[in-house]
């Protein structure tokens, strides 16, 4: 298992190398190794690769040592005497390689969940991540939220000010305040799919669910993206396992062939013989040993036959098996690259009318300090900002996501 926990161990590090999180919030790869190390589903198929490699020591052995006696009720009369009991011993061999064909077979099995392994691992390594990026944004959302609730509070001691001086009505205040209702009522669904999440998050390290999992405080989209290689796509292990697979159907053929092969076996019979009665000659009474050889011979091998066209059919179905999988991790990758690109193009633009958006805010503040601030101008660029503050969020999660999916392909 070490060369497993070694390769998970490089893994890491080139998969989250550019997403490492500083601050007081928790190490994004602290916790993938927790998870990794907690996970009940790769112990699960850890176990599973252990049992499998311990069938090597099951099938390294030959055929029962037969053995038998036998009493003669009516015993036979011979020239040496009548025989009584007989004691037998037979051990049939199989053909010579039969036993390491067997064990190569096996240990082509154990190959193919060493992948399962590492698929296992991967993939659990991607939900981590993906469900760490989740709830940064729903932390952040509830963020800008609580800076929109106090930047309403603030329009609606202004507002209370216009009122008082006759430059707005009550209802402007009404407005202004069923705003604010309309984003505690958001923030309060957001804390509760956040709890939800942060469950399924607890969930995949294999720990109580009420464990408070703590988020960076910001992210932001790096300013150049990194390298993305089609051709490691091959490499993935979830076609990787295609090909041990097939090594397995390969191995499974040459055992085939030789257990269509004979069995030799060896044996002894021994055949105690009392001694005739008054007669006095040299081999009065001598038991019987006479030393066997046998041969099993396959002669109706119609079975072979069949489990070689199997095999064949079975190497053709993993072929295209594989074919068809290359084609959808290839379409994958394709889309996250895309998605990650929009992402990227969403962001700026976002940025961008955040910041007009913030501009036409600071020209409604000098408005009110020249008296002629109109409040449903107030709610409308509010209204944007928060739409163009949760876009940008939703931009910078969607890039880490899918960076997250397009490292799960090629890294």
């Known amino acids: 298992m070490k060369h497993i926990k070694s390769h998970i161990k490089s893994v890491i590090f080139l998969c989250f190398l550019i997403f490492v999180l500083k601050g ?20 699960k198929f850890e176990l599973q690769y252990k049992r499998v490699s311990e069938k090597v020591n099951e099938v390294n052995t ?20 009548a025989q009584r009991f007989k004691v037998s011993a037979k051990q049939m061999l199989p053909w010579f390689g039969n036993i390491s064909a067997r064990e190569n077979y096996v240990s082509s099995l154990a190959d193919v969940k060493y992948e399962d392994i590492v698929i296992a691992k991967r993939k659990l390594m991607s939900s981590v991540s993906q469900s760490y990026y989740r709830l940064y944004a729903n932390k952040a959302k509830q963020k800008v939220l ?38 505690q009522q958001l923030k309060d669904v957001l804390q509760q799919q956040f709890l939800a999440e942060q469950t ?11 464990v408070t999992v703590n988020v960076v405080d910001s992210l932001m989209i790096p300013s150049e993206d990194f390298d993305i290689t089609f051709e490691k796509l091959v490499l993935h292990p979830e076609l990787l396992k295609f090909d041990k697979l097939y090594q397995s159907i390969e191995q499974s053929e040459l055992l085939n062939q ?20 008054n007669m006095d000659f040299s081999d009065n009474g001598k038991d019987i040993v006479m030393p066997m050889v046998s041969v099993s ?31 959808a991790l290839e379409t994958l990758l394709d889309k996250a690259n895309n998605e990650r690109i929009s992402a990227r193009i969403s962001y700026a633009t976002q940025t961008k009318n955040l910041q007009q958006a913030k501009d036409a805010e600071d020209i409604l503040i000098k408005s009110y300090e020249t008296g002629t601030i109109d409040f449903n101008d107030v709610l409308d ?4 900002q928060l739409k163009f503050q949760m876009n940008q969020i939703e931009s910078v999660k969607t890039y880490y996501v899918q960076s997250t999916i397009i490292n799960y392909l090629i890294q």
């Open 200 to 210: 399924n998050f607890n969930n995949l390290l294999n720990r109580g669910n009420d």
């Open 62 to 81: 030959v055929p029962n040592t037969e053995f038998g006696v036998g009493y003669f009720v009516s015993e036979p009369e011979t020239r040496t005497g």
């Open 258 to 277: 030789k257990e269509s092969s004979p069995m030799i076996g060896f044996g002894l019979d021994y055949i105690n013989v009392a001694e005739r009665p």
């Open 297 to 327: 011979i396959p002669i109706f091998n119609k079975k072979y036959k069949s489990q070689t066209k199997q095999n064949d059919l079975q190497q053709q179905e993993i072929t295209a098996q594989k074919q068809e999988r290359l084609n």
């Open 381 to 384: 660029i509010q209204e944007l």
């Open 24 to 43: 007081n919030a928790q190490q994004l790869d602290v916790l993938i190794n927790e998870a990794l190390d907690n996970n009940p589903e790769i112990q």
């Open 146 to 183: 609580t800076e929109n609730i106090n930047l309403l509070e603030t329009y609606e001691t202004m507002a209370l000010t216009s009122v008082e001086v006759g430059k707005a009505s009550a209802v402007d205040v009404l407005r202004l305040q069923m705003r604010q209702n309309e984003m």
